[in-house]
């Protein structure tokens, strides 16, 4: 259906991505075995630019699964049954690293914070004074469900004092999208995944761990198999992964990381700030205002005007203008539109964004509070703030 539209389709959304032609391009090659020196060669590569990406030394892994795979590699890799973890749940994804944490027998503490909100870093400060028991600390840098970034910096200075205490990031939409350095913020476990800045399909998650965090593998029993780091580590000093490497994925990431690290890597965080700036500005000339207190550059939460269903928008600005936006969950259902800013996004992209969100506004505008109405100048206005940022 999207392809046979009379119009182009489009996605924006914070993961999946339009993917990059380059990353087009390097999927379609020939398919070739993992265990050869050319597959070898890709993977060199490919974890020396991921060491860049996340900042670090230590070496990033690449496990075959999405995202929350990494997210329970975290946990098996360093802690065992019983073990005291503090999750911050601002969002969908808190949630469920907290629930993953208790499905493994970990005893979970929570910080629940209004959805919206960042964290604030002397509340997590105080826990950890009030319980010296927990092992470690989870968060996610960007909680993409309320598209809010927590302030990962300040938190790393606090849990890096503590030697018994590690700091654990699912950075899955945070990770080559803003800034994040790994080992000099004291980051223990950084997480990213391959549908989101990465400019990839769904599939991959990568994960690294500081010298602090092997140290917890060391003494970690949660059983451990296909996850297991160690045999991850000792293969990839051979070139190789432990079990079959996803390849078309790995190789279109060796193009992808060429975005995202050297000279490119600061091009590529400006751009995607950019357009979440020229997102938030623009659509405050249609009356969509920005839902996070704390709004991340990967994606943009707008609230939808009183009287329209920003479910019922978006499924009407799928079918009649071929463009995917995605909506809100649980208690944002029906109240705001998720704009992702990450992955090969044109300026006529953003152009059409805007134009298509105009229409379908009005479209939808009989149905909208009073004292709601939307002309052509506020479409005019949109578009001189995207010409403005958009050069
Ligand atoms: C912050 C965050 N954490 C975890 C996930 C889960 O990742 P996946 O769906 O790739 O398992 C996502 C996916 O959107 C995410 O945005």
């Not at 005893?107 to 826990?127: C, M, Q, R, Y």
Request: net charge neutral.
């Amino acid at each position: 259906m999207f392809f046979k539209h009379k119009n182009p389709y489009r996605l924006l959304t914070p993961g999946p991505v339009p993917l990059h032609p380059d990353v087009e391009r390097a999927l379609s090659e020939p398919m070739i075995h993992h265990r050869t020196p050319e597959f070898e060669r890709c993977l060199k590569s490919v974890t020396t630019k991921l060491k860049e990406t996340f900042a670090t030394r230590e070496s990033v892994f690449i496990h075959t699964a999405t995202g929350s795979g990494a997210m329970e590699s975290a946990l098996v890799n360093t802690l065992s049954p019983g073990d005291e973890v503090l999750c911050i749940v601002s969002g969908k994804f808190g949630e469920r690293w907290a629930e993953m944490a208790s499905t493994f027998g970990l005893k979970t503490h929570l910080i629940n914070v209004s959805w919206g909100e960042a964290v604030d870093p002397s509340v997590v400060e105080a826990e950890l004074s009030k319980n010296k028991n927990i092992k470690a600390v989870l968060t996610q840098a960007c909680e993409t469900s309320t598209a809010t970034v927590h302030p990962i910096r300040e938190l790393g200075t606090i849990i890096k004092q503590r030697p018994q205490t590690l700091f654990m990031i699912d950075a899955i939409t945070a990770v080559g999208a803003m800034m994040l350095e790994m080992d000099d913020w004291g980051l223990d476990v950084v997480i990213g995944g391959s549908q989101k800045a990465f400019m990839l399909p769904t599939g991959l998650s990568f994960i690294a761990l500081s010298k602090k965090a092997w140290g917890f593998y060391e003494s970690s029993t949660l059983p451990k198999f296909y996850w297991d780091l160690k045999r991850e580590q000792k293969c990839l000093e051979k070139g190789e992964t432990h079990f079959s490497s996803a390849v078309p994925l790995i190789r279109a990431l060796d193009v992808a990381l060429d975005h995202l690290t050297g000279q490119n890597k600061m091009k590529t965080l400006a751009r995607i700030q950019t357009l979440a700036q020229a997102t938030r500005e623009a659509a405050s000339h249609l009356g969509l205002t920005v839902y996070s207190k704390s709004p991340s550059p990967s994606v943009t939460a707008l609230l939808t005007p009183p009287g329209v269903d920003s479910q019922k928008l978006r499924t009407h600005i799928e079918k009649e203008y071929n463009l995917t936006l995605m909506g809100g969950q649980e208690q944002l259902k029906g109240k705001i539109l998720r704009v992702g800013h990450l992955g090969y996004i044109t300026n006529e992209d953003m152009f059409a964004l805007f134009d298509i969100l105009y229409n379908s506004l009005r479209d939808f505008s009989l149905n909208a509070g009073e004292g709601y109405t939307l002309h052509r100048e506020n479409l005019d206005s949109a578009n001189e703030v995207l010409k403005k940022y958009l050069q």
